[in-house]
């Protein structure tokens, strides 16, 4: 069974940094594109994130360009997303899923249950 | 940029069929996928590709897309389906991943 569990969320005030990660099981990592994705309080989804399969290749939308960087360690099938720099608006919660995909579309599937990142003084 | 626009809240009554409808411009061009997300649970896919139904996902959710509207289709609604539900496409011009703003469904 596919399995993915994002950790790393908390209190963090304007400005500083945060590392969050997502452990996968079920499945083999290496193989697999992975998204971030996240969900400020009472909004819609917002995609902030993909890397390759081998971490060649990363992705970034523009709102967090320059200061989300995406990685992973697929030794340990786990991801990461280092976030510097905060601000109020990136509160949200963050949320792991795999790259999923047919012909020349993609969407996300399935998804981890998500940690909240706050960002607040 | 692209926009997906979807009514905030739809209503079903128990056994009846919930519309939930994804509008942008020329949608029907584009692969639609949606997703059910309930409270405090990550969101599950339930339609890709416009119509096709992942394994697990009962079959009376299904979906449709032409013209400037996708639509989900939930028939015959039992009080477990009330969630939200976001549509989503992958713009292939930017290459960015567009979400609707989601719509909560109640089953009275």
């Known amino acids: 069974q596919v399995h993915l569990v994002e950790s790393g969320g908390g209190v963090v005030q304007p400005g500083r940094s945060l590392r969050l990660s997502c452990a996968a099981s079920?499945?083999?990592?290496?193989?697999?594109?992975i998204h971030w994705l996240r969900q400020p309080p009472g909004k819609g989804l917002e995609w902030v994130s993909l890397i390759s399969y081998d971490g060649k290749s990363q992705f970034y939308a523009d709102s967090v360009k320059g200061r989300f960087t995406i990685s992973r360690d697929n030794s340990k099938n786990t991801l990461y997303l280092q976030m510097n720099n905060l601000r109020a608006e990136d509160t949200a919660v963050y949320y792991c899923?795999?790259?999923?995909?047919?012909?020349?579309?993609?969407?996300?599937?399935?998804w981890g249950q998500g940690t909240l990142v706050v960002v607040s003084s | 940029s692209y926009d997906l626009t979807q009514p905030p809240s739809v209503s079903v009554a128990l056994g009846q069929t919930a519309r939930i409808t994804c509008g942008g411009h020329d949608i029907g061009t584009k692969n639609v996928h949606w997703y059910q997300q309930k409270p405090g649970q990550a969101p599950v896919l339930v339609i890709y590709l416009d119509t096709k139904r992942p394994s697990g996902i009962p079959d009376r959710f299904s979906g449709s897309n032409s013209g400037n509207t996708a639509t989900l289709t939930i028939s015959g609604a039992q009080a477990g389906d009330e969630a939200d539900y976001s549509c989503?496409?992958?713009?292939?011009?930017?290459?960015?991943?567009?979400f609707g703003s989601g719509t909560k469904v109640t089953v009275l």
């Open positions: 899923a795999r790259w999923a995909a047919e012909g020349e579309d993609n969407w996300f599937d399935p």
């Open positions: 989503q496409v992958w713009d292939s011009d930017t290459g960015f991943y567009v």
């Open positions: 079920g499945f083999t990592f290496s193989n697999y594109a």
